[in-house]
């Protein structure tokens, strides 16, 4: 049977492949430790557990409008407002099956077939998948590692082409946790309103911000780019909620209104109780990041410190998100590995750490490690690194 051609380009999500490997040597009896994972290790707050109860226990288990319940999308409208000086009326936003989701859909109505969207290098995996599936051109600009993996306004310029539709920013990223900072996005930003391009500001990772340096929304900056702007987030990594599946996504009307029309004969919803709970997330006083925020700092702090003192690996700090993104390219090479790729597939056949190969996210000197884990696992876990490097230099 012939499957369609849009589906036979798709390259299978690295991490998923990754977790996939490790939990079939768990399940052989192996004492595996993931960095793999992509999601907090800490459990969805009591009290938004008590709201998805409480609304299946009245009945709001029904269909609702597709776009989201008008309670939720007043919700992200006040979040938008209190947290990045953002004004949006309820036809401006959309409440999706997760930020993927969200994603997913944006690039559905905005591109045509050819159309080109600049991609920065290292991007999270989906990025290109997405804008493939769309019958667009993912256009990749990589960052450079000295410049904290962020694209210059020289690069993003020098990339754009009468093709070009749209430019993602992620920030804080996944994989590398590297934020922009406000100069860098008007400069971006000045780029972007130069050629009319629409700005994908992926922000997801927001709220996990562990410096000083505080989150800019590149919308925020002038009236004209947030008409160029659709700002997409959730709930998944700011309150816990990975599973429940609830994301948005705020921009201009047209936009929406086509995402929503998109999604009416997709998934006709989001999940009506996880809108609730998600709902009870944002209305409460209670910030559960800052719990995360301490336990992830923390984490990162002993990591990083570890990781950086095996030889052949190098790391810059990142700033935000929970992922350590070390060049490990040097130690493959002294360890007599081709690829760092092999390298990371040998260290989870002998040491059971399992970590994520930067080539899936267009970096393939680096590796993604994720510090969701307890701080015990993230001890063992470089132990177990630094030994396997040790040993594969004899």
């Not at 000045?190 to 410096?211: A, F, G, H, P, R």
């Not at 816990?240 to 998934?267: C, D, F, L, Q």
């Amino acid at each position: 049977m012939e499957l369609a051609s849009r589906v036979k380009s798709l390259t299978p999500s690295s991490t998923l492949a990754i977790s996939a490997k490790a939990k079939e040597l768990k399940k052989e009896g192996h004492d595996v430790i993931g960095l793999g994972v992509g999601e907090p290790d800490f459990n969805t707050p009591q009290y938004i557990l008590n709201a998805a109860m409480k609304a299946m226990e009245e009945g709001m288990t029904k269909y609702t409008p597709s776009g989201g319940i008008v309670e939720l999308k007043q919700a992200i409208i006040d979040k938008l407002k209190d947290d990045n000086n953002l004004d949006y009326k309820e036809n401006e936003i959309i409440v999706t099956t997760g930020a993927k989701h969200a994603l997913y859909t944006l690039f559905q109505v905005i591109l045509n077939k050819g159309d080109e969207v600049i991609v920065p290098a290292p991007y999270w995996v989906s990025y290109p998948e997405q804008i493939k599936l769309a019958e667009g051109e993912p256009v990749f600009v990589k960052g450079s590692e000295t410049n904290d993996f962020k694209i210059t306004p020289q690069q993003l310029e020098e990339a754009i082409t009468k093709n070009t539709k749209a430019f993602i920013l992620n920030s804080p990223s996944n994989p590398t946790g590297m934020m922009y900072s406000k100069d860098e996005l008007i400069k971006l930003g000045e780029v972007c309103q130069k050629y009319n391009i629409i700005i994908v500001s992926d922000e997801i990772y927001e709220k996990l911000i562990y410096t000083e340096d505080a989150h800019v929304s590149i919308a925020e900056l002038s009236d004209t780019l947030k008409a160029q702007t659709i700002v997409i987030n959730g709930v998944s990594k700011s309150h816990a909620m990975t599973g429940w599946r609830i994301g948005y996504a705020a921009g201009p009307e047209a936009i929406i209104k086509a995402m929503t029309n998109h999604v009416s004969h997709a998934t006709s919803n989001p999940t009506s109780i996880a809108q609730y709970a998600a709902l009870r997330a944002y209305n409460a006083n209670e910030d559960p990041t800052i719990e995360m925020r301490k336990i992830f700092s923390e984490r990162l702090d002993t990591l990083y410190e570890l990781m950086t003192n095996i030889p052949g690996i190098s790391c810059e700090k990142p700033k935000g998100a929970f992922y350590l993104f070390p060049n490990v390219s040097e130690a493959a090479k002294m360890n007599g590995f081709n690829s760092v790729d092999d390298w990371a597939k040998a260290l989870l056949e002998e040491e059971k750490v399992a970590l994520v190969p930067g080539s899936g996210f267009g970096s393939p000197e680096n590796v993604r490690l994720s510090y969701a884990v307890s701080k015990e696992n993230l001890v063992e876990a470089a132990q177990r690194i630094k030994r396997f490097v040790e040993k594969h230099q004899e």
